[in-house]
Every structure is written in C-alpha cells, then in structure tokens.
C-alpha cells in the first residue's frame, strides 16, 4: 500500500470487511442523501434534448420500457455505449458484457454467445459503425446456431474514440477515421436473418 498512489489513509481490506467495519462508525448522518439520490436519479433518466435528430438517450429510455429487467447487453469499444452505461440501469447480476479494455468489435459476438447460453432471456447487440465492420460477418454464426437476439448498429459515420483522442495531441488532424460505411440493414437479408431492408 501506497506504493503506487499516496494516501491519506491506507486501509487493506475485503469489501465485506470494510462495509462491515464502516456500518459500525458512529460518524454524522448524511442529510444530503435524499438529495444525492435525487440528482443521480435526474443524471440517469434520459430526457428529451432540442435539436438532436436521433437521441440515443431517449432509445435507451423506449427500451427500459419495454424490455425485461434480466436484459442482456453486450457492447463494444465506442462513444456509443456510453449512453448505455449511464442511462441502462444493469438491475440484474450478468446484464452487461462489455470490454475492459476498449475492443471493438466485442458486442456483436458477446451477444451471440449469451443468446446461446441464456436463449429464456433477451439479449442486444450494440455496436458502432465501427464495432459493427469489425465483426458483422458474425451474423452467421447466429443464424446457424438459430441465435435470437436484437442488434442495433450505431452509425455516425465516424470511429468516435479514435479521432477523440488524435484530437488532442493533433488538433485538426483525424486521419482514417471516417469510413464509407455501407447501408448497415443490407446484410441481414443476406445471411437470412428473417429482417431487414
């Protein structure tokens, strides 16, 4: 401890352990709870925005609505699926499979897998344009092993985290980052999905 990050206070503990140890401090209430809880509540809860043509905040919303709480959502690497992170609510254990290292390309074969694994429960694909090119062959896959599962393909046309972070060092120049991506609907019929165009 404290050989990485300094610390005021290093404390070497499991979390049952710590939560146990903390509950028994007689330290000060927190009036600002409800407060707190309010405001995450409100941060959380997508909203109608002006002038924003497609509100990814708002899909989120239609499927908190709709789908079961036990919803299994993969994701990729992308700017994408940060409406995801902050506005699905994860309720159940084993409701999100994402990457922890900025992979794209996960969502699609993710969800082919937990759609095998869990075929009672729903399961949603979610990649960006880019995610989506890296593995959208993957349908196949999905139709042989008779997968069911709902994939939605974010396309803005653009590898968002990439140009994000040549940005910064490079302003102005974003090389290789917009794609001509392809009318993303047209392989479904292809590999004989049952949906599409």
Do not use: K
Not at 30 to 38: E, L, S, W
Not at 142 to 163: K, M
């Amino acid at each position: 401890l404290g050989q990485t990050y300094r610390t005021d206070l290093a404390i070497c503990a499991g979390m049952a352990d710590f939560a146990e140890a903390l509950a028994a401090l007689d330290g000060p209430a927190h009036p600002d709870g409800a407060d707190a809880h309010a405001e995450w509540l409100a941060w959380s809860t997508p909203a109608p925005r002006d002038g924003v043509a497609i509100d990814l905040g708002l899909c989120v919303a239609a499927m908190r609505d709709l789908l079961p709480a036990d919803t299994i959502i993969c994701n990729g690497a992308g700017n994408y699926s940060g409406w995801w992170h902050r506005y699905w609510p994860y309720a159940a254990p084993g409701t999100q499979l994402a990457p922890t290292s900025g992979a794209m390309g996960y969502g699609l074969p993710a969800a082919i897998a937990a759609a095998l694994r869990y075929p009672e429960r729903q399961v949603v694909a979610l990649a960006g344009d880019g995610c989506f090119l890296m593995n959208g062959q993957e349908l196949a896959t999905a139709v042989q092993h008779d997968a069911n599962l709902l994939v939605l393909a974010i396309d803005n046309g653009r590898y968002g985290p990439i140009p994000m972070h040549q940005e910064r060092p490079f302003p102005g120049r974003v090389p290789g980052t917009t794609p001509s991506n392809p009318h993303f609907p047209a392989p479904a019929p292809a590999y004989r999905t049952g949906e599409g165009p």
